[in-house]
């Protein structure tokens, strides 16, 4: 014969009462229905109401003894014959205050369904801050209630199922609503634990669970709590951050003057962060006078799997290293984007205030950066790519780009502007880098790589000229454009700009004045995918033939010179050009040609001599000029820039001579030449 053993708990505090629908498998057959009331018996708030029914006949199982049995009409309570019969929030009905009774419409019940039977012994169980469904915890504390009293029961039916059909009542009341049940005497003094588990739980969220109790608890136990939280025992607030994922659990003791329960065991299961927002970010911060001296910056940001961050900001020529932590959250199982509120703290300067989103689903990073007076914004990608289990296949390889003027820009022909093409390599790596080689119109190095986006975008950022100016600019390498699904025609573009502040040191020579300081300079990037040509196999698929190619320069002061550079010459499947003779007619300038069939970088040198009216003894002035490019071989051309310091001129202040003349930038262009 089995035992009931009511768990030893006493109600000392009322709480209010949620309304609810009983939960009740419904059929054709269901028949029994009934208005269950108890008064005035103190419940605690979000209380579960639960009808077992005992088919056995050999007593009830208590519910310390089924834990893990979900709490749904219709289940065995553990592995014993109990079966619940009805599920239901308590909620408050007349002549009930809140908290000091129930009254529940209960059906209809459906015995066949349920597999009980007329004339079973029924008991009332309520548990407290419980909802449907949930399984009962290990530990759990409850209140529970039966009598065979018919004296203190009100209603055409006792605590067992009535005959079946029809409708009934069953009321248990104390003096104060006409019964004479004393619902305080049958209490003990043990504390009752109000807890429910917690929910929507994810790394990096702020957590704060409330113990309760009653019976007044004086002291509050934990133990085994996950890590980063931490408990107040005097006030039972358990809070922190949660900073490890997986399935928890925790034991819960209260004390009050009487006693100590429990102990209760509550469940936490912590989801992970979504792996699109842990590992690097970088991103591109769009230039402002007041934080980056216009110079652009950079954000260097790397997550944890327990929420923490460190990272690095560049604003123009400086950099600072911070910490900080994801500010996760997770609704009804699913998660939102984190965010972080990042203060970067600088010497003699005010703190750099970065706040920041992290897009789960595009593997993005935006937000804005500012020091309290300047803002400006800061956008960039996850590094998604593995080498071994996520390879940018699309998108790897070698590229060859040039750079461009924006025509809508009008910059082209003025002098205070480098005329040249500035160019770039590109290697996309296996494991999603983009990593940039080349040089600007004016010569400035560019040397820099980045995370490729998770479509093939990158951004690119590079101070130059000592801190004095920079390069910024985003575009994507377009994966198959072609869409006959191989990546050989992939291409690169982008939208890069350029300035360079004035030069204090009078050794400049290379625009000293500086450009693109009231607006930078539009660089406009296309590329393409390059392969170096087969052995025995002309670069860019000229013809094998005298005169294949020519040599065309403009701009960089050209003009005022008394011979140019320009040259038609033939192409060959070697490193060289076979150049017309050197100084002659159809070479007057001494043009050389060179080209490194694996990069398809091209370079090369020319002298001009220009008469000098001002010395006998030097009738010439001399002046070697050099250019530097690279080729597009779907375009059958190349382009780059060539360096060219300009005629002395004593007309300026100070007069300039050959060794400080200022050097401009004109534009080289190697193609098939015009028949």
Same mark, same amino acid.
């Given at each position: ?408 820009? =009008?910059?082209? /022909? !003025? &002098? ?6 500035? #160019? ?5 790596? *296996? %494991? ?123 701009? =960089?002061?050209? /003009? !005022? &010179? ?6 038609? #010459? ?5 490193? *060289? %050009? ?98």
């Amino acid at each position: 014969m089995k035992r009931f053993q009511t768990v030893p708990f006493k109600f000392a505090f009322l709480a209010a009462i949620i309304a609810g629908t009983c939960s009740i498998p419904v059929s054709a057959r269901a028949s029994v229905t009934f208005e269950f009331q108890m008064g005035a018996m103190p419940i605690p708030g979000n209380s579960l109401g639960v009808l077992v029914a005992d088919t056995g006949g050999d007593g009830f199982t208590s519910p310390q003894q089924a834990a893990g049995t979900a709490l749904v009409a219709g289940n065995a309570m553990g592995s014993g014959d109990d079966r619940i019969v009805a599920v239901f929030p308590i909620t408050t009905g007349d002549p009930f205050a809140p908290g000091n009774g129930f009254a529940e419409f209960v059906g209809p019940v459906d015995y066949e369904s349920l597999g009980v039977a007329e004339g079973e012994a029924l008991i009332f169980y309520a548990f407290p801050v419980r909802s449907m469904g949930e399984e009962i915890r290990r530990g759990e504390s409850f209140v529970s209630f039966r009598t065979d009293q018919s004296a203190s029961i009100v209603g055409n039916m006792g605590f067992t199922l009535p005959e079946d059909g029809g409708s009934y009542v069953l009321g248990v009341f104390d003096p104060d609503f006409g019964g004479d049940t004393d619902f305080a005497e049958i209490l003990p003094d043990t504390p009752l634990i109000t807890v429910a588990d917690p929910v929507d739980l994810i790394v990096g969220k702020d957590f704060e669970l409330q113990l309760g109790g009653t019976g007044s608890p004086t002291l509050y136990l934990v133990r085994g709590l996950p890590p980063g939280l931490h408990y107040d025992r005097l006030t039972g607030l358990i809070s922190g951050r949660l900073i490890r994922s997986g399935q928890f659990q925790f034991r819960v003791w209260i004390r009050n003057d009487a006693a100590t329960s429990g102990p209760l065991t509550v469940s936490m299961d912590v989801a992970a962060l979504p792996d699109e927002v842990v590992g690097n970010f970088q991103g591109l911060v769009a230039r402002e006078a007041g934080l980056n001296e216009s110079l652009g910056g950079k954000l260097a940001l790397r997550t944890g799997r327990d929420g923490r961050l460190t990272g690095r900001l560049y604003l123009g020529g400086r950099s600072y290293g911070f910490r900080g932590e994801l500010d996760a959250d997770i609704v009804s199982g699913v998660p939102v984007d984190p965010t972080a509120a990042i203060t970067i703290n600088r010497r003699g300067l005010a703190p750099v205030e970065v706040d920041l989103t992290l897009d789960i689903d595009a593997e993005t990073m935006a937000g804005s950066v500012g020091d309290g007076v300047d803002t400006t914004t800061v956008e960039g990608y996850h590094q998604g790519w593995h080498s071994r289990t996520n390879r940018p296949e699309a998108y790897e390889g070698y590229y060859t780009s040039l750079l461009d003027f924006d025509a809508t820009q =009008g910059l082209s /022909g !003025d &002098a205070a502007v480098p005329q040249g093409n500035g #160019f770039a390599a590109l290697t996309v790596t *296996r %494991g999603g880098v983009a990593r940039w080689q080349g040089r600007m119109a004016d010569g400035a190095s560019v040397s820099l790589a980045g995370i490729l986006g998770p479509n093939g975008e990158y951004f690119v950022f590079r101070t130059l000229y000592r801190n004095t100016g920079s390069v910024l600019g985003t575009g994507m390498v377009i994966s198959d454009p072609g869409n006959d699904g191989g990546y050989d025609d992939n291409t690169v573009d982008g939208l890069w700009d350029w300035l360079k502040q004035a030069q204090t040191s009078t050794r400049v020579r290379n625009y000293r004045d500086g450009f693109g300081v009231a607006e930078p300079v539009r660089q406009v990037v296309s590329g393409e995918r390059y392969f170096p040509p087969a052995r025995g196999e002309i670069p860019m698929g000229f013809p094998d033939q005298e005169g294949n190619a020519s040599l065309l320069f403009s701009e =960089g002061g050209l /003009g !005022d &010179a008394e011979m140019n550079p320009n040259v038609v #010459f033939q192409l060959t499947a070697g490193a *060289r %050009g076979r150049m017309p003779t050197p100084g002659e007619v159809d070479n007057p300038a001494r043009t050389s040609f060179s080209i490194n069939r694996r990069t398809g970088l091209v370079s090369g040198a020319f002298l001009l001599q220009d008469t000098n009216p001002d010395s006998t003894t030097q009738p010439f002035f001399r002046r070697r000029g050099s250019y530097r490019g690279m080729i597009l071989p779907s375009q059958r051309m190349g382009a780059g820039y060539f360096l060219l310091g300009q005629l002395p001129d004593d007309t300026v202040d100070p007069p300039t001579s050959l060794g400080t003349a200022p050097i401009l930038s004109g534009q080289v262009v190697v193609e098939e030449p015009v028949p």
